[in-house]
RNA sequence: GGAGAGGUGGCCGAGCAGGUCGAAGGCGGCGGUUUGCUAAACCGUUGUAGGGGCCAAAACCUCUACCCAGGGUUCGAAUCCCUGCCUCUCCGCCA
C-alpha cells in the first residue's frame, strides 16, 4: 500500500509509475475522487463534533449544578442525529478509499529498467558454462521415470494434474535438498522457522496477495483459511501490527515450507513435469531491514540465493525485472535463472524482491530509532533460496550421463549418502 | 465438543454503580540534579493517526478519532447491551 499523502500531494510520481507499469490510470482517478470526498467530508463531521462535545460538556456541568438541562439536550440531539446520517456515507467512502488504495501497486525504484513486459528485462550477470553433455539431454520428466523417482500418473490419480508424487531416491533428494539449503541459510545468520501453512485474510492482504488476487490462491471453506503460496506470507507477517526497536534491526528468517498455487490463468503452460504444480516445496529468506539499508540488503539476499546454485554448481544468470513485468507489491526485483539442458532454456528458480515500505504499510510493521520520537515504518525484502522442485530439475536434467542415471552435486553427496542415483 | 476467565498506552496494570478519562500507578525511554566512574536516589518529561492555525519545513497551539473488532442504547460509552475474533485454564476427543 502507498502512502495516502504520497498519492496525494505526489500525484505525478503514482502515475508516472502506473503508465511504466502498463496499468490504467483510472485506478489513480477513481482513488482521489473518493478520498477528496472523504476528506471533505471528514471535515465537516469533525466540526459537528467539537460542536456536540461542547454542549456535552456543557450538560455534564449543569448537572452537576443541579440545574435544569432540557433545552441543551433537544440541541445535542440534533447534532447526534445529523452527524449520524453523515457518519453512514462517510463510512462507505472509507472503506471505497481503502480498497482503491489497496490494488494500486508499489512505484518501481528509479533503478528499475523500463519495458513493456518480459521480453524486456535486463541479464544482470551470468554464472557457470553449460556443461557439455556427452548425450542428447534428456527431459527431466524422462529422466525420473527411467529411474522411477517421480511418478506424476499416480499422483493424479491421488489428487489430479499438477502435483507429483516423489519416491524413493527422489524423495530423498527433495529432503537432502531442503536440508542443504536450510543448513547454509541459517549459517549465514538467517533464522530457522517453521510457520503455518493456513493463515487468515489479514495476513494475505499485509504481504499483498489480497484483495487482488484472491483468484491464484487456494482457501479453505470453513473456517476460511487460505493456503500460503510462499512462505513470505506468514514469516513476513511474524512482525505484522508490532514496533521493533532499531536495534533488532535487521532480523533474517529462513523458512522452509510447501506452497499452494492455483495457478488460474496458466493452462497450457508448462503442463509436464515438475516446473509448475499446485504444490511445491521452497526454502524462502525474508529481511526486515532499516530504509537506508534495504537496497544494500536486496544485493545480499541474491548473492545468498546465488551460493546455492554455485554450490551445487548449477549454471544460472540474474535478470532485472522491467517495470511490465514487475510484481504488484515489489519495488525491485531480481530473478535468477538456472540453465536446464532439457529446455536449452534458463528458467526461474528464485525472484528477490524489496518491497520497501509498501508491505510493512500494510502489515503495519514499524521501528523506532533510538532516541528519536516517532515510528517508522520498515523495509521488507526476501526471496527463494531455492524453489525445491526446480532445484531437483535442474541437478536431474545438468547432471544426468549417458547411462541415465544421475551424479549428485558434491555438496549435496553428505546429506544424499550416495554419489549417484541409479 | 463441554465449562469457565479474560482482551486497556512500548510493556505491566488500575479504572468498569456512564460525564472534568487519552485514561491512576509502576516499568522502560528521553532530559536534568547528584557523582572521580558506574550504580542508586531525586526532579521533569514521554501514545498513535488525521485535520486546522501558517500548505516551505521544524517547534508550538488547537480540533477530531482511537481503551480487541463491529453494531446498539444515550445529549454523552474504556465503562451498559448484542455479535464476532483472539488468548488462557479445566474436562473430553485426537496425530
Not at 345 to 369: G, L, P, T, V
Request: proline share 4%; with cysteine.
Amino acid at each position: 500500500m502507498l502512502d495516502v499523502k504520497i498519492v496525494r500531494e505526489n500525484t505525478a510520481r503514482v502515475e508516472e509509475s502506473l503508465r511504466k507499469r502498463n496499468y490504467d490510470l483510472s485506478i489513480l482517478d477513481r482513488f482521489l475522487k473518493i478520498e477528496n470526498e472523504r476528506r471533505e467530508l471528514l471535515r465537516l463531521i469533525e466540526g459537528k463534533r467539537e460542536q456536540r462535545n461542547k454542549v456535552s460538556q456543557e450538560i455534564a456541568k449543569l448537572k452537576r449544578e443541579k440545574k435544569d438541562v432540557l433545552s441543551f439536550l433537544a440541541e445535542a440531539k440534533n447534532i447526534s442525529d445529523f452527524i449520524a446520517e453523515k457518519e453512514e456515507r462517510l463510512k462507505i467512502l472509507e472503506e471505497e478509499a481503502r480498497q482503491e488504495l489497496l490494488i494500486i501497486p508499489n512505484i518501481p525504484h528509479e533503478s528499475v529498467p523500463v519495458g513493456k513486459n518480459e521480453t524486456e528485462n535486463v541479464e544482470i550477470r551470468k554464472w557457470g558454462i553449460p556443461k557439455k553433455l556427452d548425450c542428447a539431454p534428456l527431459n527431466h520428466w524422462d529422466i525420473a521415470a527411467m529411474l522411477d523417482i517421480i511418478d506424476f500418473d499416480r499422483a493424479s490419480k491421488i489428487a489430479g494434474a499438477r502435483f507429483s508424487l516423489m519416491k524413493g531416491m527422489g524423495a530423498k533428494l527433495e529432503r537432502a535438498l531442503m536440508n542443504f539449503m536450510l543448513d547454509l541459510n541459517t549459517s549465514k545468520g538467517y533464522k530457522e522457522t517453521l510457520p503455518p501453512l493456513l493463515v487468515n485474510r489479514e495476513s494475505m492482504t499485509g504481504t499483498g496477495q489480497l484483495p487482488k488476487f484472491e483468484m491464484e490462491l487456494f482457501k479453505t471453506a470453513d473456517p476460511e483459511f487460505y493456503l500460503i503460496p510462499t512462505a513470505e506470507v506468514p514469516v513476513t507477517n511474524i512482525h505484522r501490527d508490532e514496533i521493533l526497536n532499531e536495534s533488532e534491526l535487521p532480523i533474517y528468517y529462513t523458512a522452509y515450507t510447501p506452497c499452494f498455487r492455483r495457478e488460474a490463468g496458466s493452462y497450457g503452460k508448462d503442463t509436464r513435469g515438475l516446473i509448475r504444480q499446485h504444490q511445491f516445496n521452497k526454502v524462502e529468506i525474508v529481511k526486515f531491514v532499516k530504509p537506508e539499508d534495504s537496497y544494500d540488503e536486496l544485493e545480499k539476499l541474491t548473492n545468498d540465493a546465488e551460493d546455492i546454485l554455485q554450490r551445487l554448481d548449477l549454471p544460472y544468470r540474474v535478470i532485472a525485472l522491467c517495470t511490465g513485468d514487475l510484481g504488484f507489491s515489489s519495488a525491485k526485483t531480481y530473478d535468477i535463472e538456472v540453465w536446464l539442458p532439457g529446455q536449452q532454456k534458463y528458467r526461474e528458480i528464485s525472484s528477490c524482491s524489496n518491497f520497501e515500505d509498501f508491505q510493512a504499510r500494510r502489515a503495519n510493521i514499524r521501528f523506532k530509532r533510538e532516541g528519536k520520537k516517532g515510528t517508522e515504518f520498515v523495509h521488507t525484502i526476501n526471496g527463494s533460496a531455492l524453489a525445491i522442485g526446480r532445484t531437483v530439475v535442474a541437478i536431474l536434467e545438468n547432471y544426468q550421463q549417458k547411462d541415465g542415471s544421475v551424479m549428485i552435486p558434491e555438496a549435496l553427496r553428505k546429506y544424499m549418502g550416495v554419489e549417484v542415483i541409479r
